[in-house]
């Protein structure tokens, strides 16, 4: 397997490697493969499916009557503040 030096990296990153190495139990150096193999895309979440353009069918497949409907429904269930919670 390659080895890699990387200088300046700066402290806040170092902080994240800290913290990722940290709470996963890691080494630095696995901590750090990780966090650049997700920034170059290689490293997806278990099951994770990127959405793409897989749902672009439904893009304006509602009916207005339809799209007020949902509007309407969903505003009852996430516009109503729930006062014991609040308390």
Excluded: C, H, Y
Excluded at 15 to 29: C, F, I, M, P, Q
Aim: aromatic share 10%.
């Amino acid at each position: 397997m390659s080895q890699l030096t990387i200088r300046n990296f700066g402290a806040d990153f170092e902080k994240v490697l800290g913290a990722v190495a940290t709470e996963r139990g890691w080494s630095l150096n696995r901590a750090a493969v990780f966090l650049m193999r997700k920034g170059a895309g290689l490293e997806a979440k278990a099951g994770a499916q990127p959405v793409g353009n897989a749902l672009d069918e439904f893009i304006g497949s509602w009916s207005v009557a339809e799209s007020k409907a949902f509007d309407k429904r969903v505003a009852t269930v996430f516009e109503t503040v729930d006062a014991e919670v609040w308390q």
